[in-house]
């Protein structure tokens, strides 16, 4: 079974920096794209990043561009999202998820899903 595991939140303050971790477990197949949403207290889940395990390729949301930077580890399955200059507006739970027919921020084309990480940015 596939499985993603994210972890690394925690409690920063505005202006710090964070880095979160999915790792990826059971793919048959290489080719296959991982994303970060995001969902705010009392807000839908939100597209935040993607990127490609096979050419790495990768996307952001406009409201993250120039302070996250999303890459993989293929040695380790992993896939990190580092978050820097945080500010409140960034507190979420932040959630992997896996898919196959590439990046995209449309949540329904995502296969699989980790557990969340929550990240608490304080003002």
């Known amino acids: 079974d596939v499985q993603l595991q994210a972890s690394g939140g925690g409690l920063v303050q505005a202006g710090g920096s964070l880095r979160i971790s999915c790792a990826a477990s059971?793919?048959?197949?290489?080719?296959?794209?991982i994303g970060w949403f995001r969902r705010a207290p009392g807000k839908e889940r939100k597209w935040v990043s993607c990127?490609?395990?096979?050419?790495?390729?990768?996307y952001y949301a406009d409201s993250v561009k120039g302070r996250f930077t999303i890459s993989s580890d293929n040695a380790k399955n992993t896939v990190y999202l580092q978050m820097n200059s945080l500010k409140p507006e960034d507190t979420a739970v932040y959630y992997c998820a896996a898919g196959t027919l590439g990046c995209s921020g449309i949540k329904d084309l995502y296969d699989y899903w980790g557990q969340g990480t929550l990240v608490t940015v304080s003002s």
């Open positions: 990127i490609s395990t096979t050419d790495g390729n990768t």
């Open positions: 059971g793919f048959t197949d290489d080719d296959y794209v």
